[in-house]
């Protein structure tokens, strides 16, 4: 079974070695940045199965100008973000614009992506080398919470976000999906937070990782993406069951999670119904920002995208419609828990 990403998904050996010594360089400059940042702004983490809507939501999200987010710019500097969201200010926001010699970063954010990848200074990032500094992962990606507090650096995470939102003076949303088996953990850190949970159809949801896994590496028998909790039961089934408990699982730690939240810390989006009405969701994530921040800035009429055409049709040659239907039912009648 090939573990190899195919040439145009492979990762650039220059690049990281630069970015490894620009991030070395200014990281005292992020500690000093980073130091007694209040809680000022809502953080709000998109989370969800892998390929269920959660780029396009972050692409729609970031449109709408109601947050601040972790652009392409940004993700360059994921040791140090405070200094290049510094740096992103200087090259990218109108306020410092001076005589039109810095406009090359003010491209509008487009709706399409590649495997979760975006194309666009400014457009939105999955931000997970960020993420990978303060979590203690190593076989999976995974760790009961308890250990993930007592072995991570959750208070350094908390604090940048915090930081992060405070430079941009905004709420700060980015995708969470790495932690969709710790929510509790994450939740526990923040005075201030909002989950929101892209769910899609999961036989639709399959598919679309057995696609994704023959665009990454060639194959549909390859494991694509987190290294979740039950990754070792799962990873050498049959592709269909692979992915099927995949998203099962995912989906039954979100949903568990979001049992316990509170209800002004949690906002549920079936993909479907997103697609067909964004506007619905965009007044129900000002409602909630607004109690939570504790202040109203006013109205926010929506001027965004109307709809977006969903991709639920069966596609899929090596299996049917109806072979995922009874895949995804099986893990639900006594499945991956």
């Not at 972790?70 to 200010?89: C, D, E, H, V």
């Not at 990032?125 to 990606?141: G, K, S």
């Not at 202040?295 to 055409?309: A, K, L, S």
Request: glycine residues 6%.
């Amino acid at each position: 079974m090939t573990t190899e990403r195919k040439k145009e998904f492979q990762r650039n050996t220059d690049l990281e070695h630069l970015l490894h010594d620009i991030n070395h360089m200014l990281q005292p400059a992020n500690e000093d940045l980073k130091r007694n940042a209040p809680e000022n702004f809502t953080k709000l983490f998109v989370m969800g199965g892998l390929r269920s809507g959660t780029t396009l939501f972050m692409q729609w999200l970031a449109a709408t100008g109601l947050v601040a987010y972790p652009t392409n710019m940004l993700s360059r500097f994921y040791g140090a973000p405070l200094a290049g969201a510094k740096i992103q200010q200087l090259l990218a926001d109108p306020r410092y614009n001076f005589r039109n010699e810095i406009m090359d970063f003010t491209s509008s954010i487009n709706f399409s992506s590649d495997n979760g990848k975006t194309r666009g200074a400014l457009a939105p990032n999955e931000f997970w080398y960020f993420w990978r500094r303060f979590l203690p992962f190593t076989d999976l990606d995974y760790l009961p919470d308890a250990q993930l507090a007592a072995q991570g650096n959750l208070g350094g995470l908390r604090d940048e976000l915090n930081a992060l939102a405070n430079i941009f003076e905004k709420p700060f949303a980015l995708k969470g999906m790495i932690v969709n088996q710790n929510i509790p953990a994450i939740n526990a850190l923040f005075g201030k937070a909002l989950f929101v949970w892209v769910y899609r159809d999961p036989v639709f949801n399959i598919q679309s990782v057995l696609e994704a896994r023959q665009r990454q590496f060639g194959t549909i028998n390859t494991w694509y993406s987190f290294k979740i909790r039950e990754y070792p039961q799962l990873k050498d089934l049959d592709p269909l069951q692979s992915a099927a408990g995949q998203i099962h699982a995912i989906n039954h730690a979100i949903e568990t999670a979001f049992r316990a939240l509170p209800d002004e810390r949690k906002l549920l989006v079936p993909y479907e119904d997103f697609c067909q009405q964004p506007a619905t969701y965009h007044a129900a994530i000002v409602s909630k920002l607004a109690a939570q921040q504790g202040i109203h800035h006013g109205p926010h009429p929506y001027t965004g995208e109307v709809r977006f055409d969903h991709t639920n049709v069966w596609r899929l040659k090596e299996y049917t419609q109806a072979q995922a239907e009874e895949a995804y039912r099986q893990c639900s009648r006594g499945g991956l828990k």
